[in-house]
C-alpha cells in the first residue's frame, strides 16, 4: 500500500510538468492481472547518462554545457513553477535522447521509499522535510544526511556540480 500511494502521488505531481527536457508522465494504471501499478510516460529512444559516461569517460566544456543546460533550465523550471526539488539527481536520471535531446527522469520516487521505509519516517509533499536517505551517496549534498534536512533547489545545484566535475574529470570529486 505504501509504494502504491507513492507512485501514485509522484505521477499524479510529475504529470503536472511541462517542459521539454521533462519526461513526460501521462498516467498511472494498475494491471488487474497482477495488481501491480505503474506510470505511463512518452517513449523515449536513447540511453542515459550513465552509459554514455561508460563508454565516453570524459567530455569538453561545449559537451558538458550542451548536457546539463537543459537540465538545468529543466530543474528551474520545476523549483519556480511547481515548488518541487528532483533530490536524486544523478547520470542515470538523465537521458540522452538520439535526436539529441535531454530529459530529466524519475523526481525521487525512490528517496521517498527509502524515507519511509528505512527511516521510518512519513513524509508528505515535495517541499517538506525529508529522512537522511534520500539522493545517492556521491551525489547527495553533504546536508542532505542531518535529520531534519529540507529540500531545496540546493540539493539539486550540489548534485548538478558533482556531475559538472564528473563530465569534465571522468571521476566523480570524492
Wanted: net charge neutral; aromatic share 10%.
Amino acid at each position: 500500500p505504501l509504494h502504491t500511494r507513492l507512485l501514485i502521488d509522484e505521477a499524479s505531481l510529475v504529470r503536472r510538468l511541462a517542459h521539454e527536457n521533462i519526461v513526460r508522465v501521462y498516467d498511472w494504471g494498475r494491471d488487474p492481472a497482477t495488481n501491480s501499478y505503474f506510470i505511463m510516460m512518452e517513449y523515449l529512444d536513447g540511453q542515459d547518462l550513465d552509459s554514455y559516461l561508460s563508454k565516453h569517460q570524459r567530455c569538453e566544456w561545449a559537451q558538458v554545457l550542451k548536457i546539463l543546460l537543459p537540465v538545468a533550465h529543466a530543474l528551474q523550471y520545476a523549483w519556480d513553477k511547481h515548488k518541487l526539488v528532483h533530490r536524486d539527481l544523478k547520470p542515470s536520471n538523465l537521458l540522452l535522447t538520439q535526436h539529441g535531446e535531454v530529459k530529466l527522469l524519475d523526481f525521487g520516487i525512490s528517496a521517498r521509499l527509502r524515507s519511509h521505509t528505512n527511516a521510518g519516517l512519513s513524509t508528505t509533499g515535495f517541499a517538506s522535510t525529508r529522512s537522511p536517505h534520500a539522493g545517492t551517496a556521491g551525489y547527495r549534498a553533504p546536508e542532505a544526511g542531518r535529520q531534519q534536512a529540507q529540500y531545496t533547489p540546493a540539493l539539486d545545484v550540489y548534485a548538478m556540480s558533482v556531475m559538472i566535475y564528473q563530465l569534465l574529470e571522468g571521476t566523480l570529486p570524492f
